[in-house]
């Protein structure tokens, strides 16, 4: 009997996206929200310091959350209900960076016009719009 390497396992992560034998991208979705908020965890320091503007707290929250959040969002297939917990992270973490804590009625609308970032579904496509088209070669 020929087993493959693929047929013994049930996961993978293959140049950082976690493949599975499932059809939906929501494994790899949650993998990825875990580690955006670990990265963003640790840069708590930097979330509270007075000294730094907010421009820069939210530049530095695309470079380096963001770019974890969204690494290979492209090619996710997304339900409505990926979409909702995507954007549920979203504005945990630009809640943080403002010290606004959702026991204090501040509405999403207002976090957002606040720290002027567009939804995550928006990187998203303007991700999938910038990938490059890749011709099929033979």
Known sequence: MNLTVYDMVD?????GSLQKSEDNSRPDMKRRISLAASVMSS????WRD??????????LYQALVMS???????????LSCDEKTLEASHMKCQRQILHRHW??????AEISARTGL???MDFIRRRRLSTPYIAELG
């Open 11 to 15: 996961s993978v992560v293959y140049l």
């Open 43 to 46: 840069l708590n320091r930097l």
């Open 50 to 59: 007075k000294i730094l503007q907010l421009s820069t707290k939210i530049r």
């Open 68 to 78: 974890v959040l969204l690494y290979a969002a492209e090619t996710w297939t997304l």
């Open 103 to 108: 026991f204090q009625h501040v509405t999403n």
């Open 118 to 120: 567009p939804s995550v």
